[in-house]
């Protein structure tokens, strides 16, 4: 079978791998290096649960193959919580607005909301922004609504809350 | 009613599912694990000859292709001993654990491949060969149910499946002597559970101790167990099933499915740890869905739009196996009589099997279409007679003063359906009122006059809920002190653990992190049943309360003897009992269970029976009912048909509330799988039997940016049948939100008299009634 050797940065740490050419970026994670935090949902891009940031922009796991990622940085929802193990804000308001059920879709909707963080105007953050960018993200259990009032609480300035 | 979690107390599972580190299923790896790949058929309908492994098993990696016949080796049987039992069944058709010789819908598992990786299984699933013959399918139910179509499967005489009729009454009186008579027929849909996590399964044989060990996304592991017993021919203690987190279930994940079988008997026949994972393609094929009803039925009212009776007949799609005996209509029949008082019934009910996916519960079980009949019934007439539709809802409903009020027909356990407590005119008054429902006409007027269509509607619907038999809890306490809980009760995401939790640290004096909490393990509690029929806070809730209950009164009693004081002048706090305001008089739990495990031919204090331990089987003695009442508010794009909720109010009554957060996520989780029945959710085949929505991009789930902010206000009507006072939640969102939002539509489109018969209510098939009703003449 067709193998490469890649570099790859994952949460701070540089791998050196050998992996077969067709192995997606989810599988590389999951069941290489056993980051399995991130999950598959669908395997074709629509369900969002399988999200990781790409040189901090959102990408979606299943479909972007690991060799592609040579060279490259990647960031998955174990790297959220500091060295010390203290929940980010938006882990920690997630659960305080029961934003999870199952969590099966939390760590891609986790790693969406992080690239809306570091990429948005806090003040031109609101509820329907928020919205619009976790529309990528399939809940079968939540409805939405506590993810995004984690969200409006930890992203945006008070004066754009309900 | 003191509830837990109003502060928002995190739940004990929120930590490790935030951080990433949930064990779910495909989470876990074993040394030496192998994969399994499903090879599945290709044809709705079809007779399966010779199946040519050679090339496959070539394939460097594949360990081994296997058929029925090569499983034969560890099964005590060819098919699944699934049937729920059901007098109304003609005929059960228990699912083949592979096909043997005739392949009855796509999907149907007909070969395993077993390899190194997935993807080298994939691989060589793809080179087995197999002679198939394809034979005339049934992929329509009126069709079906004809005389002279063909049958779903060769060795059964018909397609009628199931035929009988519920009701009660003098029908034809009532209809004979009716001041008004209404008929309708409806079409209606409902798609499939899709949970984010599909199925999946690691079986696991340890030859050290002889024990298959089944770590299962599962909302039944005991009933799993069961089935394996049986079906692999082990004792009861050389199985143990564990669901490990389960990345949500919604119904489907009840019934147990041939997959489970086949891998764990491979697992055992090469004597390998196994693996198999459900992809999203196999979930849309595979996985149990709800799919298709079609309701033909008349009320009949006296002048002031009181109901006398209503009657029809129902035609059920039960797909190509009858796995769950006929619980989905009949939940859908029952269901239809709702909060309201109906004096005769009549309904026929045929089930005709297609050669498509088994059908079976997902959130809602059916009801949500009788809620539907009997909502859009009462819309009609009341726009017949001219009145509000809360005003016929109001001349309808049961008064509270009726409860508990006994119906007239049977429930699943042979008792007479009651509805036990709730005030069924008050929730619609409350949320009406919290709506705006009286000021709407004017803002509807005023919308109107600016080319805007908005409407407002309303549903009432009761949902049963904590069905038995039992479900168990046991509560331990050793010398460590730690307080050890274990359950039948398994949670897909629905915070069962910290239910549990809230429950025993409420009793015990203790914050609920300090207690561990076992659910979906069968090694930890010999009986259980699980998660279905929004149960789980009814049975295992209760269960545990009552453990909580004995345990604590031994506390309480042994430190009696310890302190020489009496148990009434003891409290528990914080994993001590002490004396009532001498906090230097104490004894920590842990001392206690010390104590109670006794000393080496020494009594146990004050004549106390050994440990510190109690399990508790709750039997609910009947079904408990919540209810509640749904307003939708809509817009719509009458150009291009397009829905958009603007907003959704909700009354809700389950009694008393445990964790109110964990109530309105399971209510805001159901509300929105509603919204998805009636606008997007829609699996559809060709005429062939050819799935044609088996990815994500075809079948439409709601986003966050299609549903609306949804407020829920509750009312809390403790119910008489269990000490905690409580009623299930898990789908009583979903039952009323395709009846409320449809009638938000039509109110919205009433100057176009437009009446809606199918859901789901898509885009597409709105414009074509909007223009249709524009063409017989603009408002």
């Known amino acids: 079978m067709d193998e490469r050797i890649i570099t790859i940065e994952v949460n701070g740490k540089q791998y050196r791998l050998k992996v077969p050419v067709r192995e997606n970026l989810a599988d590389f994670l999951r069941h290489r290096l056993h980051l399995t935090g991130t999950h598959t949902g669908c395997e074709h891009g629509v369900c969002g649960s399988c999200t990781i940031l790409l040189d901090s922009r959102s990408v979606r796991s299943c479909l972007i193959l690991a060799v ?26 997630f659960s305080r607005h029961h934003a999870l059920q199952c969590g099966f879709c939390t760590p891609g909707v986790l790693m969406t909301l ?9 003040s031109e953050i609101n509820e329907d922004m928020i919205r619009e960018k976790l529309s990528g993200n399939l809940c079968r259990c939540t409805g939405y609504q506590g993810m995004v009032d984690a969200a409006l609480e930890t992203l945006s300035r008070p004066d754009k809350r309900l | 009613m003191q509830h837990a979690g109003k502060t928002g107390h995190a739940r004990l599972e929120d930590d490790r599912l935030l951080r ?14 192998l994969h ?3 090879l599945r058929s290709a044809y709705a309908h079809a007779r399966i000859g010779k199946i040519d492994k050679s090339t496959a098993e070539k394939i460097v990696g594949v360990h081994a292709v296997l058929t029925l016949a090569d499983l034969k ?8 001993p699934a049937a729920t039992p059901a007098s109304a069944i003609h005929f059960h058709v228990d699912p083949c654990i592979l096909v043997k010789d005739e392949a009855c819908y796509v999907g149907e598992p007909i070969a395993m491949v077993v390899a190194d990786t997935r993807a080298i299984a994939e691989d060589a699933a793809a080179l087995i060969e197999i002679d198939a013959e394809i034979l005339p399918a049934v992929t329509e139910i009126r069709a079906g149910l004809s005389s002279d179509s063909p049958r779903t499967r060769l060795d059964q005489p018909d397609n009628c499946v199931a035929r009988w009729t519920i009701g009660y009454g003098d029908c034809e009186s009532a209809f004979a002597k009716a001041a008004h008579k209404i008929s309708a027929s409806f079409e209606l849909h409902k798609g499939g559970a899709i949970p984010m996590e599909g199925r999946g399964l690691l079986a696991r044989p340890d030859p050290l101790d002889g024990v298959l060990t089944v770590w299962d996304s599962t909302q039944m592991p005991h009933r799993v167990k069961r089935v394996l017993v049986t079906t692999l021919g082990l004792n009861e203690n050389q199985i ?28 055992l026949l090469l004597q390998k740890p196994l693996k198999w994972i459900e992809d999203r393609y196999e979930n849309f094929i595979s996985t149990n869905q709800e799919r298709d009803q079609y309701w033909d039925v008349e009320g009949a009212f006296d002048a002031d739009g009181r109901l006398l009776g209503i009657r029809g007949t129902l035609l059920h799609d039960h797909g190509a196996c009858t796995p769950s005996g006929i619980q989905l209509p009949q939940n859908s029949t029952t269901n239809l009589i709702g909060p309201y008082i109906l004096p005769t019934y009549k309904l026929d009910v045929s089930l005709c099997l297609t050669n498509k996916t088994p059908t079976t519960s997902t959130r809602g079980a059916g009801r949500p279409q009788g809620t539907f009949v009997m909502e859009r019934l009462l819309d009609r007439m009341a726009a017949k007679l001219g009145i509000g539709r809360d005003e016929i809802r109001r001349r309808n409903l049961i008064p509270a003063d009726a409860l508990p009020y006994v119906t007239q027909v049977l429930t699943r356990d042979g008792l007479p359906m009651t509805y036990d407590s709730g005030d069924y005119p008050e929730c619609q008054r409350r949320a009406l009122e919290a709506a705006g429902w009286h000021d709407f006409l004017a803002r509807q007027k005023a919308a109107r006059e600016k080319g805007r269509w908005i409407g407002l509607g309303l549903s009432n619907y009761v949902e049963g809920t904590g069905r038995g038999p039992f479900e168990t809890a046991s509560l331990r306490i050793g010398p460590s002190g730690k307080i050890l809980v274990a359950s039948g009760a398994a949670s897909q995401g629905q915070g069962t653990s910290t239910m549990l939790a809230h429950i025993a640290a409420k009793v015990l004096g203790v914050r609920p992190e300090v207690i561990d909490v076992t659910c979906g393990d069968t090694h930890a509690i010999a009986m259980g049943l699980g998660a279905y029929a929004s149960r789980q806070t009814v049975t295992a809730g209760n269960a545990l309360h009552a453990a909580s209950l004995e345990i604590a009164q031994k506390i309480k009693q042994t430190a009696a003897h310890l302190l020489e004081v009496s148990a009434d002048d003891l409290e528990l706090r914080d994993s001590f009992v002490q004396v009532k305001g001498v906090a230097s008089m104490k004894k920590s739990f842990g001392e206690i269970a010390k104590t109670l495990s006794g000393n080496a031919g020494f ?3 004050g004549g106390m029976k050994p440990g510190l331990f109690a399990a508790v089987d709750f039997e609910p003695p009947a079904i408990t009912y919540t209810n509640g009442t749904h307003l939708a508010e809509v817009e719509v794009d009458i150009r291009t048909g397009h829905i958009k909720i603007t907003r959704y109010v909700i009354v809700h009554d389950c009694g008393n509330m445990i964790n109110p957060q964990i109530v309105e996520g399971q209510v805001l989780g ?7 029945a009636t606008l997007f959710e829609w699996i559809r085949h060709d005429a062939q039997g050819q799935p044609l929505t088996v990815s994500l991009a075809d079948y439409l789930l709601p986003t966050a940016h299609d549903v609306p902010r949804i407020e829920i206000h509750h009312m809390e009507s403790p119910t008489p049948l269990n000490p905690l006072g409580v009623k299930g939640a898990a789908e009583s969102g979903t039952i009323g939100a395709p009846a409320a939002i449809v009638s938000a539509i039509e109110d919205a489109l009433a100057p176009l008299k437009i009446e809606i018969s199918q859901l789901p209510v898509t885009p597409q098939r709105l414009q074509k009634l909007i223009r249709k009703a524009q063409a017989g003449g603009s408002p």
């Not at chain 2, 080796?73 to 699944?80: G, Q």
């Open chain 2, 36 to 38: 399994v790949v499903f």
């Open chain 2, 73 to 80: 080796e560890v099964l005590t049987c060819e098919r699944l």
């Open chain 2, 240 to 267: 143990r099933v564990i669901a490990p987190d389960v990345g949500g279930g919604f119904g489907p994940k009840g019934p147990v499915y041939a997959e489970e079988v086949a891998v764990s008997a491979a697992a």
């Open chain 1, 114 to 122: 992080v690239e809306l963080r570091e990429n948005a105007d806090p």
């Open chain 2, 603 to 605: 009594a146990l204090p």
């Open chain 2, 20 to 33: 990433g580190q949930g064990r779910f299923v495909d989470d876990l790896d074993v040394p030496d694990l």
């Open chain 1, 68 to 93: 592609q990622c040579d060279g490259r940085s990647v960031r998955t929802v174990e790297s959220l919580a500091d060295a010390a193990g203290k929940l980010d804000p938006l882990q920690d308001a």
């Open chain 2, 670 to 676: 159901g509300v929105v799988h509603g919204i998805s």
